[in-house]
């Protein structure tokens, strides 16, 4: 009877906890506005159009100028084809995103429950619900959450299948390295994971002396598959010689804990505590195969990798570009905290727990990249009468706008001011001003292209809002 209770209280707890995670990343979501990756994102993923002018979008066809996505394909037709189902709009773009944010929380668990009990699992969990950082790409119209999820995934089919012999459980097998194959596909930075995973069959082998050769084989067997399906990409991938990243000093004694932790206080406490476990087990991560081996592998390869293919090739120093090491971050250093012998342990998680608690209710709205606040502009111009919106942007802009589910219930229209219409008697003029995602804090002077109806005389100005990143105009024509 004891034991059934119990199951149960942890049951609780578990869905307690990671309900509380979907829950902050859904309140998030609800507020978050877009930016000029999540435009271009959503102009190629449109469900409207053909695959095959899909792809001249993705390699850079924009209509009014050009420019390529870099992310792997995958996710761009995965989006396309869900939203062909739900509806195009940016709302259920990210939902996607949400929906993958919230499933890895589920994933966190399982993972840790590998390594530790459920108390341990549970904490590490809390603090992944809590983090700042997987909060906010949870609401990015990018691959970012759904690579965590496969990713964190694919290592716990790792470990079972590095435990057992697959052909006890060949679903198990199958389906590593369906959701490696998937993870591959959706973003080259995993090939990092899987360097770590040959470093930790490679360390058993020598200090075993046995060769793992059932997930030797489904590695393997893996990584030619993924070449044979994304050769085209992984080449269009390596001509590359520059990245939107550069390698910079202060990332030598930061290593994205600032990012990753959504706060400089925070990162650097965490950085601090991982150097300093990190060193404490040195000898025991080289010299001993252990199976929590496995996170320590992935996140130095991490930043191993980065940086040698940062100084021979193109710098990729970004977190996003690994934030499928957080998570496993987190969990390793709640695993070796649980194994340090402290008196005061639980006070020293406590700690960690409030001030984790404490960084995202302070820094809940911090997001670093400044978003243009388009949901406020839609909802001035759908309470006024006027459907009619012009704009000097281009055709990605426009399409952004188009996609809001507001814009659509108000029935808004959007043209360019070149095939402007006489017959619109009364319209807004919407302008991105100077945008901070591009020009960062400012107080630039108004630019020109926002005049574009001061030059007319035809035109009164009704009304004039002006927002960061943008201005709003209601004209009337006189004519």
């Given at each position: 009877?004891?034991?059934?209770?119990?199951?149960?209280?942890?049951?609780?707890?578990?869905?307690?906890?990671?309900?509380?995670?979907?829950?902050?990343?859904?309140?998030?979501?609800?507020?978050?506005?877009?930016?000029?990756?999540?435009?271009?994102?959503?102009?190629?993923?449109?469900?409207?159009?053909?695959?095959?002018?899909?792809?001249?979008?993705?390699?850079?066809?924009?209509?009014?100028?050009?420019?390529?996505?870099?992310?792997?394909?995958?996710?761009?037709?995965?989006?396309?084809?869900?939203?062909?189902?739900?509806?195009?709009?940016?709302?259920?773009?990210?939902?996607?995103?949400?929906?993958?944010?919230?499933?890895?929380?589920?994933?966190?668990?399982?993972?840790?429950?590998?390594?530790?009990?459920?108390?341990?699992?549970?904490?590490?969990?809390?603090?992944?619900?809590?983090?700042?950082?997987?909060?906010?790409?949870?609401?990015?119209?990018?691959?970012?959450?759904?690579?965590?999820?496969?990713?964190?995934?694919?290592?716990?089919?790792?470990?079972?299948?590095?435990?057992?012999?697959?052909?006890?459980?060949?679903?198990?097998?199958?389906?590593?390295?369906?959701?490696?194959?998937?993870?591959?596909?959706?973003?080259?930075?995993?090939?990092?994971?899987?360097?770590?995973?040959?470093?930790?069959?490679?360390?058993?082998?020598?200090?075993?002396?046995?060769?793992?050769?059932?997930?030797?084989?489904?590695?393997?067997?893996?990584?030619?598959?993924?070449?044979?399906?994304?050769?085209?990409?992984?080449?269009?991938?390596?001509?590359?010689?520059?990245?939107?990243?550069?390698?910079?000093?202060?990332?030598?004694?930061?290593?994205?804990?600032?990012?990753?932790?959504?706060?400089?206080?925070?990162?650097?406490?965490?950085?601090?505590?991982?150097?300093?476990?990190?060193?404490?087990?040195?000898?025991?991560?080289?010299?001993?195969?252990?199976?929590?081996?496995?996170?320590?592998?992935?996140?130095?390869?991490?930043?191993?990798?980065?940086?040698?293919?940062?100084?021979?090739?193109?710098?990729?120093?970004?977190?996003?570009?690994?934030?499928?090491?957080?998570?496993?971050?987190?969990?390793?250093?709640?695993?070796?905290?649980?194994?340090?012998?402290?008196?005061?342990?639980?006070?020293?998680?406590?700690?960690?727990?409030?001030?984790?608690?404490?960084?995202?209710?302070?820094?809940?709205?911090?997001?670093?990249?400044?978003?243009?606040?388009?949901?406020?502009?839609?909802?001035?111009?759908?309470?006024?009468?006027?459907?009619?919106?012009?704009?000097?942007?281009?055709?990605?802009?426009?399409?952004?706008?188009?996609?809001?589910?507001?814009?659509?219930?108000?029935?808004?229209?959007?043209?360019?001011?070149?095939?402007?219409?006489?017959?619109?008697?009364?319209?807004?003029?919407?302008?991105?001003?100077?945008?901070?995602?591009?020009?960062?804090?400012?107080?630039?002077?108004?630019?020109?292209?926002?005049?574009?109806?001061?030059?007319r005389d035809n035109f009164v100005l009704k009304k004039e809002i002006k927002i960061v990143d943008y201005i709003i105009r209601q004209y009337e024509n006189k004519i």
């Amino acid at each position: 009877m004891n034991k059934i209770n119990f199951f149960n209280k942890i049951n609780i707890y578990i869905f307690l906890v990671i309900t509380f995670g979907c829950l902050i990343r859904y309140f998030y979501f609800l507020n978050v506005d877009g930016w000029f990756d999540e435009w271009n994102m959503l102009y190629t993923i449109d469900p409207n159009i053909s695959n095959q002018e899909t792809w001249k979008r993705y390699y850079g066809d924009r209509g009014d100028h050009f420019l390529p996505e870099y992310y792997p394909p995958l996710n761009a037709f995965f989006l396309k084809f869900i939203l062909n189902i739900f509806g195009y709009n940016i709302e259920n773009a990210r939902f996607i995103s949400l929906i993958f944010g919230c499933g890895s929380l589920i994933l966190v668990f399982n993972l840790s429950k590998i390594f530790t009990n459920y108390k341990f699992s549970l904490i590490s969990t809390l603090i992944v619900a809590l983090n700042l950082f997987l909060i906010w790409q949870s609401s990015e119209i990018r691959p970012h959450s759904f690579v965590v999820f496969f990713s964190l995934l694919t290592t716990i089919l790792f470990l079972k299948i590095y435990e057992k012999n697959f052909k006890s459980n060949k679903s198990i097998f199958i389906t590593y390295i369906a959701s490696s194959l998937i993870l591959l596909s959706s973003w080259p930075f995993v090939l990092i994971i899987f360097f770590a995973k040959f470093l930790y069959i490679f360390q058993y082998f020598l200090l075993l002396k046995k060769l793992k050769k059932d997930i030797l084989f489904a590695i393997i067997l893996t990584l030619i598959l993924y070449i044979l399906l994304n050769y085209e990409y992984l080449t269009y991938q390596l001509s590359r010689d520059e990245h939107y990243t550069k390698l910079y000093l202060a990332f030598f004694y930061s290593f994205h804990f600032r990012s990753f932790f959504g706060s400089i206080f925070l990162g650097a406490i965490f950085l601090i505590i991982f150097s300093g476990i990190l060193i404490y087990n040195l000898k025991n991560i080289f010299f001993k195969s252990s199976k929590e081996n496995i996170l320590i592998f992935i996140i130095l390869s991490a930043y191993f990798l980065t940086i040698c293919y940062s100084l021979i090739h193109a710098s990729v120093i970004s977190p996003k570009y690994i934030i499928f090491i957080l998570p496993l971050l987190i969990i390793w250093i709640i695993l070796k905290i649980e194994n340090l012998k402290l008196r005061y342990k639980i006070f020293f998680i406590l700690v960690i727990l409030l001030l984790n608690f404490g960084n995202s209710y302070l820094n809940y709205k911090n997001n670093p990249i400044d978003r243009p606040p388009t949901k406020k502009i839609l909802k001035i111009i759908s309470s006024s009468n006027i459907n009619n919106i012009y704009t000097v942007e281009n055709i990605v802009f426009n399409n952004f706008i188009k996609t809001h589910k507001i814009f659509n219930e108000k029935k808004l229209q959007i043209k360019k001011v070149k095939n402007y219409n006489s017959e619109d008697t009364n319209f807004w003029f919407v302008c991105l001003n100077n945008p901070r995602f591009a020009l960062g804090d400012n107080n630039f002077p108004e630019q020109e292209k926002c005049k574009f109806f001061e030059k007319r005389d035809n035109f009164v100005l009704k009304k004039e809002i002006k927002i960061v990143d943008y201005i709003i105009r209601q004209y009337e024509n006189k004519i």
